[in-house]
């Protein structure tokens, strides 16, 4: 199929089938229906070629978007999902959760005026259709080097590792305290972002290609860090960031208060069915979801926001409410997201700084908070905020979902092999070997959000990706990987 010049003027950005809100709110699928292939190509068809192109360079792990853009276009399914591997070991799962608009479409060069590619959902076809059809990584010519090397987290950022390790015949051990692969995708995400189908046909890709799971191990409980050593030429750790915030708020430790974490955990394992309890980071009894018909206040506005309110409406909440410091602009999360957790009937409540969590008898009954006002953006482009004196008032609330963030939080069994950390305890990585992601204990290298605090899913991808390569390289004796 020829390209048509300047098709974005005749045809308009389209997404594929949303599912009408009042139907999605009832159950836990995924907002957006797949393209066919007759709709991936003509959205595909609307890109420019601009010759400087500005979404590859946005995108953190740098997709070649235009080239596999083309090749839907004309209808090249399997070269396109080879491609779209070189540069993303999880492009299915990016494609879904993504914040697009603030990445590769939002520096895609139609935005401004005839609107974005759908890049997003055009990386979701490729790969959902090309495994429907058959295509699997071809390791036809991988060759053994007899390595092994141990990945601790089955998080993005081990999978990612664990992808190129595989495929620089490097025989990969991944680890992780979760009775399912995943980490935060498969536990923290919920479904109706990520359907938990995606990342078990990840699993079953990345079991053909070598990489050996071992879930439900606890490291330094259930195998000792330094048996890991010893049996191991490299170690890979993603271990995430699980120590949320509670932003020290009176009244925290009253029943009716959880974090966001643990109630999305929990939620997880009830959809996934799931009989484990222990909840990672968190000390407290598994949160009860009894939301049905109670008030539910969440406090933060980023992604992990969006999922707490949008899981609370889906399970029966009379009233969501999301309550935000700055404006809506000035909110850290997908606008996708807003967009769909207002459709669905959740409430915001911007510009207003939570002050206090009241109580009687013990349990929650309402948020203290104060109206702010935004001062002009600083050289970080984050305006900071003042809050007015004497504005004070009380939401009603029955739940409250605390969603200010996590930070990381090393292991007692890691601080005594050398590694570095820095003052927000998350560990360095620029060790003497100038490597990808190697620590000052060059057998030990890390990613994603224990090196960079809570980010995206897809740069822990682009630092287990980087990571796994630098592996290889290291246990080649640095000479160059032709299979990578």
Known sequence: MSAKPFAFLDIPRKLPRAIPFELRVRGWSEVHEGFDAAGASEQSSRCLDCGNPYCEWKCPVHNYIPNWLTLVREGRLFEAAELAHETNPLPEICGRICPQD?????????????????????????????????????????????KRVAIIGAGPAGLACADQLARAGIEAH?????????????FGIPPFKLEKEVIATRRQVLEAMGVQFHLGVEIGRDVAFEELERGHDALFL?????????????GR??????????????????????????????????????????????????????????????????????????????????????????????????????????GAAGRATGVRVAETRLREAGAAGRREFDVIAGSETTLEADLVILAFGFRADPPTWL??????????????????????????????????????????????VADGRDAGRAIARWLRGNQRVAAL
């Open 102 to 146: 603030r990445l590769c479409e939002g520096a895609c060069t139609l935005e401004t005026g005839f609107e974005a590619v759908t890049i997003g959902a055009i990386e979701k076809y490729i790969v959902d259709e090309a495994f429907r059809q058959g295509w699997r990584p071809d390791l036809s010519n991988v060759v053994a080097t007899g």
């Open 415 to 460: 601080q005594s092999r050398g590694v570095a950390f820095d003052d927000a305890q998350r560990t360095r990585v620029d060790g003497a070997g100038a490597l990808a992601g190697q620590t000052a204990n060059p057998k030990l290298f890390a990613g994603g959000d224990m090196v960079r605090g809570a980010d995206l899913v897809v740069t822990a």
């Open 174 to 186: 991944v680890y992780d305290r979760y009775e399912e692969i995943g980490g935060l995708l498969t």
């Open 238 to 250: 993603g271990l995430g960031a699980y120590r949320y915030v509670d932003g020290a708020m009176p």
């Open 253 to 358: 430790e009253l029943a009716g208060v959880i974090p966001a974490l643990p109630y999305l955990v929990a939620n997880a394992r009830r959809v996934l069915d799931s009989r484990a309890t222990a909840i990672a980071g968190w000390q407290g009894a598994a949160p009860s979801f009894d939301v049905a018909g109670k008030r539910v206040v969440v406090l933060g506005g980023g992604d992990t926001g969006m999922d707490c309110v949008r899981t609370s409406i889906r399970l029966g909440a009379a009233a969501v409410t999301c309550v935000y410091r700055r404006d809506e602009a000035d909110m850290p999360g997908s606008r996708r997201e807003v967009k769909h957790a207002r459709e669905e009937g959740v409430q915001f409540l911007f510009q207003r700084a939570p002050v206090e969590i009241t």
